[in-house]
């Protein structure tokens, strides 16, 4: 019998086809879910004898749900279905292709010495590239505690970097306001619009951030997480640096704020590499307002500095997820190419591969391999 989950078998004459699609594909779970069971049982001194895994091609449900990423309800209702089995099936050959390159390096590492937590590994074999390979491979071997740790991590630091971002959004809001109360009726619209634009910005954006980070589940969630963090990460200095000469700039004279909003846009775009995902807001506010030259030159630099603003927080937390998060994970070679990818994304705003495997080391540590298995 071909059975994928406790309690749900695929049934009928389809049972066969069933059996022989997985065994072409992944023959007798020999490799990434025996090198699971493996771990756990070096992790935790499980005796050898003692399947965690059982031989064939059962997966828990536990599993299913903490590791692949299925909600439980779901499942439960649909129990039984092949349509549902064969997702199931599909989600885990992913996820044992992902990681089937990385499971020589985890055994070899706790061959001798099993590895009790990401603190742990990171300790043992660094954060460099191939002390994160270790650590993730660690991480997800161990089941849906651990994989729910990282999250939880990754969660944490984006928390504390979107709540850096809103304080910068609100000072460059607060010098906006200021300024609106010194322009021509027109302008002063136009103005009041471009804070109302930044208002509700600043409210979307932590809210879209927060969901991308813990929107997700299983191993997948995990890793978009930790893209969204690093993202976070790298761009929160920039915004930073970007209000700071802002609001230098919106303090001195109108004569010089629109060149110097031009620079502040375009060395925002290029740093970033986000040309062509640019709105420039500038040209919403100003087409029909009149007003004296000096009130035109604040207004069309403060559309510039929003139009910066918006690009190089949202719009590259979007780039970032679109090269390496979730839904780029099956089009990327495992966690070697993922991290890889992610140096590629970050190497111009904040630093290359030392400074990804440096960050997703902090952000995995809190995890550890409790004492039950997840699959």
Not at 1 to 13: E, F, K, N, Y
Not at 106 to 118: M, R, Y
Request: charged share 25%; glycine share 10%.
């Amino acid at each position: 019998m071909v059975q994928l989950i406790d309690g749900m078998t695929a049934r009928g004459s389809q049972r066969g086809n069933f059996a022989e699609l997985f065994e072409r594909r992944s023959p007798a779970l020999s490799g990434w879910m025996s090198f699971h069971a493996h771990v756990l049982r070096c992790a935790r001194g499980v005796p050898r004898g003692r399947d965690i895994v059982s031989p064939g091609i059962r997966l828990t449900e536990d599993y299913v749900v903490r590791v692949l990423g299925f909600d439980r309800r779901a499942l439960v209702e649909s129990r039984g279905s092949l349509s549902l089995n064969r997702s199931v099936l599909n989600e885990h050959l992913i996820f044992e292709g992902f990681w089937s390159d990385a499971k020589e390096k985890v055994l070899d590492a706790i061959k001798d010495n099993p590895i009790t937590s990401a603190a742990d590994a990171v300790k043992r074999f660094g954060d460099g590239l191939d002390g994160v390979v270790v650590t993730l491979s660690s991480v997800v071997s161990s089941g849906g505690d651990a994989i729910d740790a990282v999250r939880q991590g990754a969660s944490q630091f984006a928390s504390k970097r979107i709540k850096g971002i809103v304080k910068d959004l609100r000072a460059l809001m607060g010098r906006l306001e200021e300024l609106s109360s010194k322009l021509s009726a027109g302008a002063r619209a136009g103005l009041e619009k471009i804070v109302g634009k930044l208002k509700a910005f600043s409210g979307e954006f932590a809210s879209r951030v927060v969901g991308l980070v813990s929107g997700g589940s299983g191993w997948k969630g995990m890793m978009g997480a930790l893209v969204v963090y690093l993202a976070l990460s790298a761009v929160s200095p920039k915004i930073s640096i970007l209000v700071d000469s802002s609001l230098k700039l919106l303090s001195g004279e109108p004569e010089k704020m629109v060149s110097g909003a031009t620079n502040l846009r375009d060395q925002a775009v290029n740093a970033l590499e986000l040309k062509g995902e640019v709105n420039d807001a500038a040209d919403v506010v100003t087409g029909n307002i009149k007003g004296d030259d000096d009130d035109l030159k604040i207004l069309t630099a403060s559309g510039m500095i929003w139009s910066a603003v918006q690009s190089m927080s949202w719009g590259f937390v979007k780039r970032a997820v679109r090269e390496a998060g979730e839904e780029a994970l099956t089009q990327l070679s495992g966690p070697v190419g993922w991290i890889k990818k992610l140096a590629s994304t970050f190497k111009m705003i904040a630093g290359g591969m030392a400074w990804v495997c440096e960050r997703i080391s902090a952000a995995a540590r809190r995890a550890t391999f409790g004492p039950r298995a997840s699959s």
